[in-house]
């Protein structure tokens, strides 16, 4: 029988993280804008996190039943540059910090004035009020030809519907707006008084042509707006242009850095656990989640149900995004009154016929089917069925929206030998990779790093900053052998699944 192996922990609060007097030169410092919170930490030529040099701001975006899904763009530059005035306004960096990065949730939106000041919220990937004009495209549109050149399906978490819902309901912020910005590219402006989008980030829109690097002219006029608009694009490697050296002065450490171009938290948090070959399939679990898997060649031909970033000339990152994944477990925890530890030991306990079957989209699905209107389902459930059991249904219908994706994935990227699954759920309710390695049928190998995603911008930067540099190896906590006796369980509840998804969700 397979069992559930454990290597030792080790993380960068302990062993994996290196004091200054130590750490290698050129250090890079990088800064994380997520779902929850704002984030900065420092990192050596290897890749290692600098003890001691991090900082981390909690936040929330502002939602609603109508689909808003927003935050306020100037408290995110403000605790970008509260994370830098704690981190790098330090003597003892001087000289030693050589690269800044900024790195976001993926397809974010801001509308700014000829005065550099934003004339809308923050759209975040989550907003899905553009459905009507997202059905609008989806009938002038061949989706699959879209799909194919720009890597992105038509849906509300990308820009073109976004744009079009903003001229048709906003007319005023619209024309207002002179220029349209992710989250890091705004935060760019306001620190630095220059900006541009890393290609990981205008892939992100859904208006970037994948073969060229360019924004895709047809996409543009489809979303009723012009490329002029729109940041200039830099590869990874390209440091911004013009940055005003009176505005970085505030920070001693950072006199000497190069300040590169945004990019999406997505391809950083691949890097950061390791993710950087064919051979490895990412699982990421934390607000919203995804699975990718980081390939050295354009492919002919993308799945229905995944999308494909650009990431430079010779790299794009493969995969499919999922909107709940620890928004589901909070669900859980609010609605059932379920805490983390009892949520932990549900995940524990053995599979039972009695759990409902779940679909798990609270806000919606993207891949692999794209429903951005697909909203959660319970089946199965009697007078008998607890909370407990409930609450088993969502972490399995977790699984199952992973299984999906992992199953078109597998059957694009033929060199895959390992799976890797890393960030906030995985840590909070580890028993849940049991599911998901016996879901999967394949074993799950457990990277518990924190703030992967801010070393997987280190990472990037260090690519043209220090490539000669060998990087350093976080351990894994352990591994999750998908168990035999679990597999014909399994199977059903996929069955299920499939047959739920067909009925309630497929064709929206």
Same mark, same amino acid.
């Given at each position: 029988?397979?069992?559930?192996r !454990?290597? &030792?922990?080790? *993380?960068?609060?302990? *062993?994996?993280?290196?004091?200054?007097?130590?750490?290698q030169?050129?250090?890079?410092?990088?800064?994380?804008?997520?779902?929850?919170?704002?984030? /900065?930490?420092? !990192?050596d =030529?290897?890749?290692?996190?600098?003890?001691?040099?991090?900082?981390?701001?909690?936040? =929330?975006?502002t939602?609603?039943?109508?689909?808003?899904?927003?935050?306020?763009?100037?408290?995110?530059?403000?605790e970008?540059?509260?994370?830098?005035?704690?981190?790098?306004?330090?003597?003892?960096?001087?000289?030693?910090?050589?690269?800044?990065?900024?790195?976001? #949730?993926?397809?974010?939106l801001? /509308?700014?004035?000829?005065?550099?000041?934003?004339?809308?919220?923050c759209?975040?990937?989550g907003?899905?009020?553009c =459905?009507?004009?997202l059905?609008?495209?989806?009938?002038?549109?061949?989706?699959?030809?879209?799909?194919q050149?720009?890597?992105?399906?038509?849906?509300?978490?990308?820009l073109a &519907?976004? #744009?079009?819902?903003?001229?048709?309901?906003?007319?005023?912020?619209?024309?207002a707006?002179?220029?349209?910005?992710?989250?890091?590219?705004?935060?760019?402006l306001?620190?630095?008084?220059?900006?541009?989008? /890393?290609?990981?980030?205008?892939?992100?829109?859904g208006?970037?042509?994948?073969?060229?690097?360019?924004?895709?002219?047809?996409?543009?006029?489809?979303?009723g707006?012009?490329e002029?608009?729109?940041?200039?694009?830099?590869?990874?490697?390209?440091?911004?242009?013009?940055?005003?050296?009176?505005?970085?002065?505030r920070?001693?450490g950072?006199?000497?850095?190069?300040?590169?171009?945004?990019?999406?938290?997505?391809?950083? =948090?691949?890097?950061?656990?390791?993710?950087?070959?064919?051979d490895?399939?990412?699982?990421?679990a934390?607000?919203?989640?995804?699975m990718?898997?980081?390939?050295?060649?354009?492919?002919?031909?993308?799945?229905?149900?995944?999308?494909?970033?650009?990431?430079?000339?010779?790299?794009?990152?493969?995969?499919?995004?999922?909107?709940?994944?620890?928004?589901?477990?909070?669900?859980?925890?609010?609605?059932?009154?379920?805490d983390?530890?009892?949520?932990?030991?549900?995940?524990?306990?053995?599979?039972?016929?009695?759990t409902?079957?779940?679909?798990p989209?609270?806000?919606?699905?993207?891949?692999?089917?794209?429903?951005?209107?697909?909203?959660?389902?319970?089946?199965?459930?009697?007078?008998?069925?607890?909370a407990?059991?409930?609450?088993r249904?969502?972490?399995?219908?977790?699984?199952?929206?992973?299984?999906?994706?992992?199953?078109?994935l597998?059957?694009?990227?033929?060199?895959?030998?390992?799976i890797?699954?890393?960030g906030?759920?995985?840590?909070?309710?580890?028993s849940?990779?049991?599911?998901?390695?016996?879901?999967?049928?394949?074993?799950?190998? !457990?990277?518990?790093?924190?703030?992967?995603?801010?070393?997987?911008?280190?990472l990037?930067?260090?690519?043209?900053?220090?490539?000669?540099v060998?990087?350093?190896?976080?351990? &894994?906590?352990?591994?999750? +052998?998908?168990r +035999?006796?679990?597999?014909?369980?399994?199977?059903?509840?996929?069955?299920? #699944?499939?047959?739920?998804?067909?009925?309630?969700?497929?064709?929206?």
């Amino acid at each position: 029988m397979s069992k559930h192996r !454990h290597t &030792p922990h080790r *993380d960068d609060s302990t *062993d994996f993280a290196v004091d200054l007097a130590e750490a290698q030169d050129p250090l890079v410092m990088t800064l994380d804008i997520g779902s929850t919170a704002s984030r /900065g930490s420092l !990192h050596d =030529a290897a890749g290692t996190p600098v003890r001691g040099y991090r900082h981390k701001i909690p936040h =929330a975006f502002t939602t609603g039943a109508d689909g808003t899904s927003v935050i306020d763009p100037d408290q995110v530059a403000e605790e970008m540059a509260e994370i830098l005035d704690r981190v790098c306004d330090r003597e003892e960096l001087a000289g030693r910090v050589r690269g800044v990065g900024i790195d976001s #949730f993926a397809s974010s939106l801001v /509308g700014v004035d000829a005065d550099d000041a934003a004339v809308t919220e923050c759209f975040t990937y989550g907003d899905s009020r553009c =459905a009507p004009q997202l059905a609008e495209l989806r009938e002038e549109l061949d989706e699959r030809d879209v799909q194919q050149k720009m890597g992105a399906r038509l849906h509300t978490s990308y820009l073109a &519907p976004r #744009f079009r819902w903003l001229r048709e309901t906003r007319p005023e912020q619209f024309a207002a707006a002179e220029r349209w910005l992710s989250i890091g590219e705004y935060v760019w402006l306001q620190l630095l008084g220059t900006t541009a989008a /890393g290609t990981a980030t205008a892939a992100w829109t859904g208006l970037l042509n994948r073969r060229s690097g360019n924004w895709d002219r047809r996409m543009l006029k489809a979303a009723g707006i012009t490329e002029d608009v729109l940041s200039p694009v830099l590869d990874p490697h390209e440091p911004l242009p013009d940055v005003d050296p009176s505005r970085v002065q505030r920070w001693r450490g950072l006199a000497e850095a190069q300040w590169f171009a945004p990019v999406a938290d997505g391809l950083c =948090a691949n890097l950061g656990v390791g993710g950087a070959g064919e051979d490895t399939i990412v699982v990421s679990a934390a607000t919203s989640g995804a699975m990718r898997v980081l390939l050295h060649h354009q492919p002919q031909e993308i799945p229905a149900g995944l999308w494909c970033y650009r990431i430079d000339d010779s790299r794009c990152l493969l995969g499919g995004a999922l909107n709940d994944v620890g928004r589901a477990v909070s669900w859980l925890i609010d609605t059932l009154s379920l805490d983390d530890a009892v949520l932990n030991d549900i995940a524990a306990l053995p599979v039972s016929t009695d759990t409902p079957g779940v679909l798990p989209f609270l806000t919606g699905e993207r891949s692999t089917g794209w429903a951005g209107s697909a909203r959660a389902v319970f089946s199965d459930v009697s007078a008998a069925t607890d909370a407990p059991a409930m609450a088993r249904g969502m972490l399995e219908g977790i699984a199952g929206s992973y299984r999906r994706v992992s199953d078109e994935l597998e059957a694009a990227a033929h060199s895959v030998e390992r799976i890797v699954a890393a960030g906030r759920v995985t840590q909070e309710l580890p028993s849940w990779l049991q599911i998901l390695g016996d879901y999967l049928g394949k074993p799950v190998i !457990h990277q518990t790093i924190k703030r992967s995603t801010c070393r997987g911008n280190a990472l990037l930067m260090l690519e043209s900053l220090a490539p000669d540099v060998e990087r350093s190896h976080p351990q &894994p906590a352990g591994t999750y +052998e998908p168990r +035999e006796q679990t597999q014909d369980y399994y199977k059903g509840v996929h069955e299920r #699944f499939e047959h739920l998804y067909d009925a309630l969700v497929a064709g929206r």
